[in-house]
């Protein structure tokens, strides 16, 4: 069994059980409506661009991973077969940094996904020797920096661009 073949179950801390699994490109069209179900802001957060509708270019690295350096992950409420979220851990070519990001659909959030996401990203850059892990947020994006930091980020500046934060996570 391949990568793309596993299916990992998680439950956040509201008890909703999701299936993850990777991205592949067959799901972009799931991806469009997906992300046409995150609110403006949150989309706004995760591409740092406002438009309505996400593009084909902003959906390319979700179903292209490489799956070594990168990895794209979707999570479905295992009750409903619903896709409540979308998680990408991507690597430099020395696996010693990844960022990670996570977008949960606007009508599921408070029920502990995004966690859940987040928590199994950091838990896979472990597995794969990450040193780091950071989350570029925006200064505005304050759930989400809530999140990071109960989670253990540590807040640094974003060199060049004060509107940013860099939530890093130290491993070894």
């Known amino acids: 069994m391949s990568d793309l073949d596993t299916l990992t179950k998680l439950t956040t801390r509201t008890g909703v059980v999701l299936t993850v699994r990777p991205a592949t490109a067959a799901d ?26 996400v593009s084909h270019d902003q959906l390319e690295p979700l179903i292209h991973a490489d799956h070594f350096h990168s990895e794209s992950y979707l999570a479905f409420d295992q009750a ?8 990408l851990l991507a690597c430099d070519n020395a696996l010693d940094t990844g960022e990670v990001a996570v ?3 606007g009508d599921r ?9 987040l928590d199994h990203l950091t838990a896979e850059a472990q597995r794969r020797g990450v040193r780091r892990v950071i989350a570029i947020e925006s200064r505005d994006n304050h759930a989400a920096i809530e999140v990071e930091r109960d989670e253990g980020f540590v807040p640094e500046a974003f060199e060049g661009d004060p509107t940013l934060v860099v939530l ?5």
């Open 103 to 105: 977008s949960v659909r």
């Open 109 to 117: 959030k408070g029920e502990g996904i995004g966690w859940a996401m």
């Open 168 to 172: 890093a996570k130290t491993f070894r």
């Open 28 to 53: 972009e069209p799931a991806l469009v409506a997906f992300f046409d179900a995150v609110s403006d802001e949150d989309r706004r957060f995760r591409f740092f661009a406002a438009a309505a509708h």
């Open 80 to 87: 409903s077969g619903a896709l409540v979220a979308s998680a």
